[in-house]
């Protein structure tokens, strides 16, 4: 763990802190604004990756509280700010889930020698989201990756966007990481909360996403709708007025739906609120349970309301048992990035 104490201010009870330091103030119940509502199930653990200070922080779930692992160097991309185009070389800002892991034979099987510079392995963030779609960012290929020159991670500001970690790193790092599951959120600085604000936030997300599951399953339309934000957009139905119109018909039809939600996970970027969990539903016509997200941002009178959605299978058990989450490796099969490397060279020779 790296060793710093950041510059830090009180400002309408909003703390710019280090976690080592937040640790140390414990007794003053500091919570990360990042990490609102955690569950066993989306967000065991969630990575935080700040810009500011080039470190990308492991916290865990501890009954829905965000504890603080373990944090690492990172570098970012050669251009400070938040990614909004293709090549602009800077690293998006918001909250990402990892998808897929792509090693580092796969790496050299894909690109040649010129995969190398991936290190060991690369994990790949969801970029561009919904939010940024909707703001209109272009690009791809943002990965957490680690490299074959370490010397770079020294200079913070080194990637074409990427996060780029020690190849010893990205290994610890990985324990901790389910594909379709594992966020990471990606902030410009880590900002800390008193206990009563963090939790008037997280009350103010529950509420809201309490007032529209209980408007939709009694069919009220109205209060239905209003948890949608003006600026909502529907993926196959376009505007919040064409949604508000499928739903009307929908809501007409006989026989009020089932709906039941689990495993609720909360994550704040600075700009808005992701809330995942996994949703039941049962109709006259109808039965099916998958992952929704909800993305939730404030309204001119700082009320969360739904800026989108969308819902998926991925992510979500197979069965209704679920294993508890348990560190471990499950994507190199070394701690020694020597032994990957040497490993991937006789499967070439």
């Not at 060793?3 to 309408?12: D, E, Q, V």
């Not at 569950?39 to 080039?54: G, N, Y």
């Not at 990614?83 to 580092?104: A, C, M, N, W």
């Not at 989108?308 to 209704?320: A, F, L, N, R, V």
Request: charged letters at 25%; aromatic letters at 12%.
């Amino acid at each position: 763990m790296m060793s710093r104490i950041t510059k830090h201010f009180l400002f309408i009870s909003l703390f710019l802190i280090s976690p080592l330091f937040a640790e140390e103030v414990k007794s003053d119940q500091l919570y990360p604004s990042a990490l609102v509502h955690l569950d066993p199930l989306f967000s065991h653990h969630v990575l935080v990756a700040e810009k500011s200070t080039h470190t990308i922080h492991v916290f865990r779930n501890d009954s829905s509280y965000p504890k603080h692992i373990i944090s690492f160097q990172m570098a970012t991309g050669k251009k400070a700010g938040d990614k909004i185009f293709q090549g602009d070389y800077r690293t998006p800002e918001g909250v990402y889930f990892l998808t897929d892991f792509i090693s580092h034979e796969e790496l050299l099987k894909r690109q040649g020698q010129q995969g190398e510079i991936y290190g060991v392995g690369a994990f790949v963030l969801d970029y561009p989201n919904a939010m940024d779609q909707s703001s209109g960012k272009t690009g791809g290929g943002i990965w957490i990756h680690s490299t074959n020159d370490e010397t770079r991670i020294e200079k913070g500001l080194d990637s074409r966007g990427c996060i780029v970690t020690a190849n010893s790193d990205l290994i610890e790092i990985s324990k901790f990481i389910e594909l379709n599951r594992t966020a990471v959120v990606v902030v410009q600085e880590l900002t800390y909360l008193k206990k009563d604000a963090w939790e008037q936030m997280r009350s103010g997300l529950t509420d809201s996403l309490k007032l529209w599951l209980e408007a939709w399953q009694q069919e009220d339309f109205e209060k239905y709708i209003s948890s949608y934000h003006k600026d909502f957009k529907d993926p196959i139905r376009g505007s919040l007025n064409s949604f508000g119109q499928y739903k009307r018909a929908v809501f007409a039809a006989p026989g009020a739906p089932q709906v039941g939600i689990d495993n609720i996970s909360i994550l704040y970027s600075g700009r808005y609120a992701v809330v995942t969990f996994v949703q039941d539903y049962v109709s006259n016509t109808i039965k099916d349970k998958g992952r929704k997200t909800l993305y939730f941002k404030r309204d001119e009178f700082y009320n969360w309301r739904i800026v989108s959605e969308q819902w998926t299978k991925t992510g979500i058990p197979e069965t209704d048992e679920q294993v508890a989450f348990q560190p471990s490796m499950r994507f190199f099969k070394s701690n020694d990035p020597v032994q990957i490397f040497n490993e991937a060279k006789k499967l070439r020779n």
